[in-house]
């Protein structure tokens, strides 16, 4: 089943699949792919649209509505290989383990990242994913550690690394220093020379305020360098994301909060690989004042031209849910932004991006009423400058947190979790972009 939101148009189509203890996997016929882009272009809608591939499907044992898996996140491993990693309680209730599986294999066995001597804190987002160019997986998570009296939290930062592609990882590192803080809401991306550069929120901003980090790990995550410090009022739960692009450039954002209580997002620049970076800037002047966390980051990406692309979520001046999509220059300057979201029925949430190398893109977000939740995604064009057609890819009642990767040429893939009550499923699926309609 599938939804235009600009068009209110629903299709039922038929889909074959295959079945096992632990995987489905679900290829759509391909002219129900050509009859789902031709009704979401026929609402007069142009762009690049979106054509559905492989669907494969991880099944989690069912725990009622509490003991779901984490949000999940997703990386491409060279040759087109696919890892998902999220939280979930063991399978005696031994509190919660971070886990990894190949979607690509056919029957993952999801392979456990933390070791037994050190305790998982609770996963408020998915853990972090990154995959380097020879094949190495690395996985970021917390680790808790004793509180001090009047400390609300205290956690390590830990990166764990595979060097076989997720099937076994060797014991994690701890990325920040040793203090009673929390350090958390990472964002992680390995630069072309194989460093893995993390980023992450704790309490070290002056006078105790959050600020922003980032470290970068060398020699396959053995060796943590020098902490630099990019901003110091950061929006304590909205979490940071980290993109590399080429020519050394790295791009970090986040939400800062502005006098007045006002959140909106900045980014920092490098051009030398994440040594160093210009001062960070507004990406656009929101004006969402709140007397709260919103718990919801944003994601940036680049193109080999070294444009830039952000999406995020805000409620601007007038407290109305929006999804925005802004693109910027190699300097980093961004333009206006973009409303990603033209349904009135329903309300946007949780935005992931990914760009191709030539310019082509992938956004994927929630689309919420009060009983509904689906995964909506939109092609681009362009490095971010063309968007096209809406396409609803779940099939749930409820589904959430979108995470998208590029995996080759024009191919990307979406990953999210699905209601299934008692339990839940993980969901993979393939999409290719396709040219902009004539």
């Not at 290829?27 to 762009?47: D, E, K, P, S, V």
């Not at 964002?187 to 105790?208: C, K, N, T, Y």
């Not at 407290?319 to 349904?343: M, N, V, Y």
Request: glycine content about 12%.
């Amino acid at each position: 089943m599938a939804t235009s939101p600009r068009c209110g148009v629903r299709v039922e189509m038929a889909m074959t699949s295959g079945c096992g203890t632990r995987l489905e996997v679900a290829m759509q016929a391909a002219a129900g792919i050509a009859l789902l882009a031709a009704l979401a272009l026929g609402c007069g809608a142009r762009g690049p649209a979106v054509a559905p591939g492989e669907r494969r499907e991880l099944a989690h044992a069912g725990r009622g509505h509490e003991g779901g898996p984490s949000d999940v996140a997703l990386a491409a491993l060279p040759g087109g290989g696919l890892a998902v990693a999220f939280g979930r309680s063991g399978a005696d209730g031994d509190g919660t383990h971070v886990f990894v599986a190949r979607a690509d294999d056919r029957s993952p066995e999801p392979v456990r990242v933390d070791p037994s001597d050190l305790a998982v804190e609770p996963l408020h987002q998915a853990p972090g994913l990154a995959a380097g160019p020879d094949g190495s997986l690395y996985v970021s998570w917390q680790s808790a550690k004793p509180k001090p009296p009047g400390t609300l939290f205290a956690s390590d930062l830990r990166v764990s690394r595979s060097a076989d592609g997720g099937r076994a990882f060797a014991p994690p590192l701890r990325v920040n220093a040793d203090r009673p803080l929390s350090h958390a809401f990472e964002g992680l991306a390995v630069a072309p020379d194989g460093r893995l550069l993390v980023a992450w929120i704790d309490g070290r901003g002056e006078g105790g305020l959050p600020a922003t980090w980032l470290a970068a790990l060398d020699d396959g995550a053995a060796r943590v360098g020098p902490e630099l410090r990019l901003g110091e009022s950061t929006c304590v739960c909205c979490r940071v994301h980290v993109a590399t692009g080429p020519e050394g450039r790295v791009a970090v954002l986040w939400r800062d909060e502005r006098p007045g209580r006002v959140r909106d997002m900045v980014l920092a620049l490098s051009t030398d690989g994440g040594r160093s970076f210009a001062p960070r800037g507004l990406v656009h002047a929101d004006g969402w004042a709140l007397d709260a966390c919103p718990h919801r980051g944003g994601q940036a990406a680049f193109d080999r031209a070294g444009r830039l692309a952000a999406v995020w979520y805000t409620e601007g001046a007038k407290a109305r849910p929006s999804l925005r999509l802004a693109t910027a220059d190699r300097s980093g300057r961004f333009g206006p932004p973009r409303e990603l979201h033209g349904a009135v029925e329903s309300v946007p949430d949780r935005a992931a991006l990914a760009l191709a190398p030539d310019g082509a893109g992938l956004v994927a977000y929630e689309a919420l009423t009060a009983v509904r939740s689906e995964i909506v995604v939109l092609g681009l064009a362009d490095g971010g400058r063309a968007l096209g057609p809406p396409l609803v890819l779940s099939r749930a009642v409820k589904a959430s947190a979108p995470a998208v990767a590029w995996v080759a040429d024009r191919e990307f893939a979406v990953a999210w979790n699905e209601e299934a009550f008692p339990g839940a499923t993980t969901v993979v699926q393939r999409v290719r972009v396709e040219d902009a309609a004539r």
